[in-house]
Structures are given as structure tokens and as C-alpha cells.
């Protein structure tokens, strides 16, 4: 009897363990940090280093661990000596080399433009607008990209922009002064997510 009681508590208390791990990560919502960005701009900071990756890739990972992780890309466009973008279906990766030649190539942004794709924390293009809020908590900072023709009524604005969604609103949770996460929404669905290292 005294071995089964053992048994269940020592069960009972990895479940515990376990829920408790899973609740502060799946929680995520970090406590927001108060800085500057680049430009010196008060920002709050409010998701972690890790929860800013897609696919499994992060901002400064090297272009080894891309292709180990991802296999080859569907296309690579070399613009120029220090910078490559690799292609894979539905991820666009942008890779810079910091510092003397020779340095290795990092990743310095991401975009995701399908639901191939998702953050660590399982966010994808074509998800609702709401899950934003749910897994990272109130975003950093929120704009609006507004479609006008300015010769048009306001009712024919009104209808191009219902009709074919040209309204993106764009929420922005940041790490720190120089990463962020951005998810562009149009008609309440997420349209495209992006990682971006500012320089």
C-alpha cells in the first residue's frame, strides 16, 4: 500500500511539474520590459527571443543551421556580397554578413506568407486575428495601412476596400530594441508574419 502511494505521488507531482512548465511557457506573455529602440524611441518589449521564430529559425541563426533545419531552399537570389535570400515554400529568409568578409551569414529577417509556416508558439498565416491576443497577450505597438482612391466617393472606397480587403492592420510584438514580430491582418486573418532585425 505504501509503495502505491509513492507511486501516485511521485506521479501527481510530475503532472504538477509538467502543467507548471507548460502553463509559464504556453502563457508566454512575457512582462513587459520598457526601452528604446534604435531611433530612440520609447518601445515596450514584450515577447521572448525564442517565441520570435518561424519554422524553428530565429533571428541570427547562421546559414548552416537554416539549411540543416530546412533542407535546401526552392531558390536563393544573391543581391549582393553580404547579402542572400533563401526561398522555401511559403518563408522567405534574408541573410546578412556582419562584420569582416569572410563572417558568417545570419538570418536578419523572415516573412511567412502561408499557413506551411508557423511560430513556435503554432501561430500562421490564415488564423484569426484573436489568437494574436490569446498567445502573446496586447501587442507592442499596432498600425494601419489604409487603401484610398482619392478621386473615388467614400462609398466606392468603402466597397474596394470590404471588397478585396486592402484595410491591413499590422501588430507588432517586440524582443528588444532591435527584433520584433509583426502579423499583417486583413478582414481579421492573419496575412503574413515577419521577423525583422532593424540594424
Known amino acids: 500500500m505504501k509503495e502505491k502511494l509513492v507511486s501516485l505521488f511521485k506521479n501527481w507531482l510530475l503532472i504538477c511539474?509538467?502543467?507548471?512548465?507548460?502553463?509559464?511557457?504556453?502563457?508566454?506573455?512575457?512582462?513587459?520590459?520598457?526601452?528604446?529602440?534604435?531611433?530612440?524611441?520609447?518601445?515596450?518589449?514584450?515577447?521572448?527571443?525564442?517565441?520570435?521564430?518561424?519554422?524553428?529559425?530565429?533571428?541570427?541563426?547562421?546559414?548552416?543551421?537554416v539549411t540543416a533545419i530546412l533542407g535546401k531552399p526552392q531558390s536563393i537570389n544573391r543581391s549582393s556580397g553580404i547579402s542572400v535570400t533563401y526561398y522555401y515554400k511559403g518563408l522567405k529568409i534574408d541573410f546578412m554578413q556582419w562584420g569582416e568578409p569572410g563572417s558568417p551569414f545570419t538570418v536578419a529577417n523572415m516573412i511567412a506568407t502561408s499557413n506551411d509556416v508557423s511560430t513556435i508558439d503554432g501561430v500562421s498565416v490564415g488564423m484569426n486575428e484573436s489568437i494574436l491576443t490569446k498567445v502573446y497577450g496586447t501587442a507592442d505597438a499596432v498600425y494601419t495601412k489604409t487603401f484610398v482612391a482619392p478621386k473615388l466617393s467614400a462609398a466606392d472606397n468603402a466597397t474596394i476596400q470590404r471588397r478585396f480587403g486592402l484595410n491591413n492592420t499590422v501588430y507588432v510584438y517586440n524582443v528588444d530594441a532591435c527584433n520584433s514580430m509583426m502579423f499583417t491582418v486583413s478582414n481579421g486573418i492573419i496575412k503574413e508574419i515577419k521577423i525583422h532585425h532593424s540594424e
Not at 511539474?17 to 514584450?46: D, Q
Open 17 to 65: 511539474i509538467f502543467l507548471l512548465v507548460i502553463t509559464n511557457y504556453a502563457g508566454a506573455n512575457r512582462k513587459p520590459e520598457f526601452m528604446h529602440n534604435l531611433g530612440g524611441s520609447p518601445i515596450s518589449c514584450s515577447i521572448y527571443n525564442d517565441q520570435a521564430s518561424l519554422a524553428g529559425i530565429r533571428i541570427d541563426d547562421p546559414l548552416n543551421r
